[in-house]
């Protein structure tokens, strides 16, 4: 995709991002990722941390709980998948990232589950990832 047409898309998402439309945000995240066939692992991981991020506040305006619940799981799936593309880069700063994602994964499962010993578990995952992350940051 030429370069000035992502930065559209980019900017449209950013847009969206600013008027709290997180599930238009979220579409265009995708379909820079999409269409970026020869985009660098970190920037497609970027792009896919974005979209889970959008996916994630868009799942707090749904008007369902399954809409809520397929909103999250799409949320997991960027990150999951961002954290794949994050392991091919070799940017230095790559692990605080992936470190992020799996706290928002670990997040957000928080929020899929009824079970309070599995609330539990989730929330101290992220609480553990998150402590990582901010502990690799400033080294």
Request: hydrophobic residues 30%; aromatic residues 8%; proline residues 4%.
């Given at each position: 995709?030429?370069?000035?047409?992502?930065?559209?898309?980019f900017n449209q998402a950013e847009n969206r991002e600013k008027t709290h439309n997180w599930l238009e945000a979220a579409r265009c995240f995708i379909k820079i990722g999409s269409l970026a066939a020869t985009m660098a692992p970190y920037e497609k991981a970027?792009?896919?941390?974005?979209?889970?991020?959008?996916?994630?506040?868009?799942a707090f305006q749904a008007e369902s709980n399954e809409e809520f619940r397929a909103r999250c799981t799409r949320s997991i799936k960027?990150?999951?998948k961002a954290v794949q593309y994050?392991?091919?880069?070799?940017?230095?700063?790559?692990n605080p990232r992936i470190l992020r994602?799996?706290?928002t994964i670990a997040f957000i499962n928080y929020w899929l589950t009824?079970?309070?010993?599995?609330?539990?578990?989730?929330?101290?995952?992220?609480w553990e990832r998150t402590?990582?992350?901010?502990?690799r940051a400033h080294v």
């Open positions: 995709m030429p370069r000035t047409k992502m930065q559209a898309l970027t792009i896919l941390e974005n979209a889970g991020y959008a996916f994630y506040r868009a960027s990150c999951e994050f392991l091919r880069s070799e940017k230095a700063n790559k994602c799996n706290a009824s079970d309070p010993a599995q609330k539990k578990k989730h929330v101290n995952e992220c402590k990582e992350e901010i502990g």
